[in-house]
């Protein structure tokens, strides 16, 4: 072989090894958002969800709603096979650059599916027994494989409880708006249930409950952005609907001003919206309005007038509707493009509650 052709595949061996190792720690060790973009998992969601979805279009909802529930899960255990197999390639080229010096059977010529062979079974430490190394070089290059493995292996057992333990901690928030928000969760139904007109506690604690699920959203969301796509595990329900019914709450709340309310409501809104605004530009979604309008006059209308009879108080009603509309036009666009992304539909603003919660329904 000659020696420029030699150090290629060994120098692109080495840039996919390194590739590898640094987007595997970025992914699961790294507690902050990467600077770095073009990684192998954002590539690899690139190259996946936008394929999930045109299928997702073209089948019966019961399937598509299967594929969707799968995605998530799937897309870790692809993530991974995506490793595994990058790094068995890169130490290939590594050994079939360095000469392919291992020992194989009599009258076999050694080639470089002879490497991937090798590079395989020394990943994943089977140890066959019929190829070993013959030289010091491809000796070298047997342990550091071997001890890449097993560093993989390590990563992969670390992360998957990590996420399934941020997977269970969303959802039991996701959970609670069932019985205090309905089926889809509202906005007004949260009021509605969580305030008497007279003691205001009760709602600024739920709110504030939000404030700090918000809070570890972001962050996690941020860090292991896959759980995003998690679908959550009853019907009428999902992270998002409860972030924009939540956020629909703090913007009534905050517009109308009633001062035993409006400072907790502002906290909550704050970092929802953060949630929003941060989540959107990092995976790549394109935030726009809704088709149909959330809020028109007769809806701002029906919202004074349910808010009134709640018990909240409207400190400056000439204003009310204006700055309503402002409010919710912040975040409005974000939701819609994520749950258009998500194949996931934002609750309305004003909905009529359903009949039954999920919890009342039963399976």
């Known amino acids: 072989m000659p020696l420029a052709l030699s150090i290629l595949l060994i120098a692109l061996g080495l840039f996919i090894v390194q590739a590898v190792l640094r987007d ?3 992914t699961v060790v790294l507690p902050r958002r990467p600077s770095r973009r073009q990684r192998i998992t954002m590539l690899y969601y690139r190259a996946t969800w936008p394929l999930v979805r045109r299928i997702v279009r073209r089948v019966s909802p019961a399937t598509g709603d299967t594929l969707l529930n799968y995605y998530g899960p799937v897309w870790i255990l692809g993530l991974i096979a995506c490793w595994a197999g990058l790094l068995i390639l890169a ?3 590594i050994g079939w650059g360095t000469g392919s010096h291992y020992y194989v059977a009599v009258g076999e010529v050694p080639t470089f599916l002879w490497d991937l062979y090798v590079s395989g079974t020394t990943l994943f430490t089977l140890g066959m027994g019929d190829v070993y190394p013959q030289s010091g070089a491809a000796r070298v290059i047997a342990v550091c494989e071997a001890g890449v493995g097993l560093g993989l292996l390590a990563l992969v057992i670390g992360y998957v409880p990590v996420l399934y333990s941020a997977f269970s901690r969303r959802e039991i928030m996701v959970s609670l708006l069932d019985a205090r928000a309905g ?3 509202a906005a007004l139904e949260l009021l509605r249930r969580g305030f008497d007109g007279v003691d205001p506690a009760p709602l600024a604690a739920t709110l504030a409950e939000f404030e700090r699920w918000g809070a570890e959203l972001l962050e996690v969301y941020l860090s292991y952005p896959v759980l995003m796509y998690y679908r959550s595990q009853h019907d009428h329900q999902s992270w998002l609907a409860a972030v924009v019914a939540v956020a629909d709450a703090c913007a009534m709340l905050t517009s109308a001003g009633d001062p035993r309310l409006v400072r907790q409501a502002r ?3 704050a970092v929802l919206r953060h949630l929003l605004i941060d989540v959107t530009p990092y995976m790549g979604i394109e935030p726009h309005p809704p088709h149909d309008a959330r809020i028109d006059e007769t809806g701002i ?7 009134l009879a709640i018990g909240v108080t409207i400190e400056d009603r000439t204003t009310f509707a204006s700055t309503l509309r402002a409010t919710v036009e912040s975040y409005e666009a974000l939701a819609n493009g994520i749950g258009e992304w998500l194949l996931t539909p934002i609750p309305p603003l004003v909905g009529a509650p359903a009949a ?3 919890w009342e329904a039963g399976a």
Do not use: R, V
């Open 24 to 26: 595997a720690f970025e």
């Open 91 to 93: 130490f290939a080229f």
């Open 183 to 185: 089926s889809p969760p």
């Open 267 to 269: 906290f909550t809104f």
């Open 301 to 307: 209308a029906a919202i004074e007038e349910q808010l």
């Open 356 to 358: 039954l919660d999920d």
